[in-house]
């Protein structure tokens, strides 16, 4: 295992900034849900602190894990506090004239419940005035019912204010893609890793996801423009909006009158991701990296800097260094790929020449890939602009890998033969040609015993090699799969069933990712026109099925057309139902829904929608 010469491993920066202004811990920094299960327990980090780097683990990211431990209530400036080791995110608390603003609220509602808990205990019962969503990924608004309620939004207690475009791409994430995007972050945050020097030790932005309630309160106000300025609760706020950067829907935020920065998770103590390998939007690496230099330039004298992962950054120097460099490194993964793409190299020749940064971003820890890569960075802006096709004819057609993999293997003379090559090479240190040839054979003959095995000690050593934290993961949740199956982890139901969650999204929302589950080629056969009356929320809508395809439209289908079956009910029944917590027989039995017409054509609609497997393969067919 090697480190890099040019960093400094005596600079202990780093360490001392991620504990400063420690007020109070959670002893023992272990949360349950209202049934008694732990969603969140950070001290299971506990050996990152208290024992020397294993030969298993990259030293940077066993260093970075370390500083990410760091749990409890922080200062960061006179009425600036933020919650931190509670979660995968940060939650920071901003006090006002009569209460408190408080910004991203963590992941699940029982971990920002125990985090204001642990803030009101030092600093007082102040209410809630104002809830901010940085951005649209889940870790910064699934708690937010354990920070206010609907109640207090509905009635004007509490604004809660998130960038333009928010709930739009909220919803496509969290929800649209949700399932696929669910079960890949099972390996890209080591969902069913024992947390251990051969198993979980973080990802550079964090240590862990907690597990508990998600939920979602719609924005009551949206932040259009950059320079726009407002107040809530006497705390003056300027942001500045950074669209299809970290996140579709992203902001930042200046604190002029005590010279603090929020910047969302545009900066962090790692290099981010362009292409998240759970799967998400490209994000723009270019406008990432310019969105930085307006930062610099609109708020200038900025002395503190603070984010929604790691640690805050102190003094004005220091400040315009972590956004300087943070700038550079996207901006030189952006402008290095582009050039090499235009001499003709494809994405992962790209990712070979383009191994580290140069000059101070070489030796700057704030840049280290913990989290993004500069390898699947680059493959990704390669993938903003030209696609997954490299423009190679022979891969224009490609046989599916099952396909491929059996051919491959006949042509290298059956598994049993390839594997003793493999075996060979494994020997020998070429483990990610090991990990390609008996992919191979995994492919065609998925039971082969020896290949899986030797491929499950492939991915562990490449796994303990990585300094990025979602690579060791991948490995070695690919070698758990090979070994014991791709059953899930507890805890890993889909979080948009939630009612909290489906409370938060519009009755249009609500259709459209019906929409996305609709079997179609078994829906061609049918067409179903369903009228929903929400009385609750004085809202009509249409669901119409043809041609393969569910469209939902507000108030009465176009032409006349009569519906075969009309539905009446509350959305709160609706939510419920899609929640399994209830049915639409027993609606109707209840009273709770009214069924005119047709009630076969409402289980004809649910008979065409797929339901997405929580678990499926990936690290085999």
Known sequence: MTTTPELDWNDTTDRDDATRGLIDRLEPCVIRNDAGRVVWDNDRW????????????????????????AQGLFEVAPGFYQVRGLDVSNMTIVEGDTGVVVIDPLVSKECAAAGMELYRRNRGDRPVRALVYTHSHGDHFGGALGVTTAEDVAAGRVEIVAPEGFMEHAVSENVFAGPAMRRRAVYMYGKSLAPGAEGMVGFGIAQGLSTGTIGLLP??????????????????FVFQLAPDAEAPSEMNFYFPDHKVLLIAEMVNHTLHNVLTLRGALV?????????????????????????????????????????????DAYAY??????????RGLTGPEIAEEITE????????????????????NVKAVYQRYMGWF?????????????EQAKRYVDFMGGADAVVVRARQSFDGGDLRWVAEVLNHVLFADPNHSEARELQALTFEQLGYAQENGVWRNFYLTGA?????????????????QSPDMLAGLTTEQ??????VRLDGPRAAAHRLLLRWEFEDIDEVWSLLVGNGVLTPMRGDAPDGEAPQLTLRLDRATFNRILARQTTFTDGIGSGAVVAEGNAGVLTTLYGLLEEPPLHFAIALP
């Open 46 to 69: 506990d050996f990152l602190t208290k024992e020397e780097c294993p030969q298993t683990v990259h030293p940077g990211l066993w260093r970075q894990a370390g500083h990410n431990t």
């Open 219 to 236: 924005p009551t106000r949206t932040i259009t423009r950059t320079g726009e300025e407002l107040t809530l609760d006497g705390v003056r």
């Open 283 to 327: 994000r723009d690496a270019r406008a990432w990296a310019t969105y930085i230099t307006e930062c610099i330039q609109i708020f200038a004298d900025a002395d503190v800097l603070m984010g929604s992962h790691n640690w805050p950054t102190w003094g004005h120097a220091e400040v315009r260094r972590i956004l300087t460099q943070q700038r």
């Open 333 to 342: 993964l952006h402008d290095q790929t582009v050039r090499l793409m235009n």
């Open 357 to 376: 940064f140069p000059g101070e971003l070489g030796s700057a820890w704030n840049v280290r890939g913990y989290y993004g890569s500069l390898s699947h």
């Open 390 to 402: 490299d423009g190679n004819p022979a891969r224009l057609w490609q046989h599916p890998p099952t």
């Open 480 to 496: 758990q799969e090979l070994r014991a199956g791709s059953e899930g982890p507890a805890g890993s139901e889909p979080h948009h």
């Open 510 to 515: 609500i259709f459209q990712s019906m929409a």
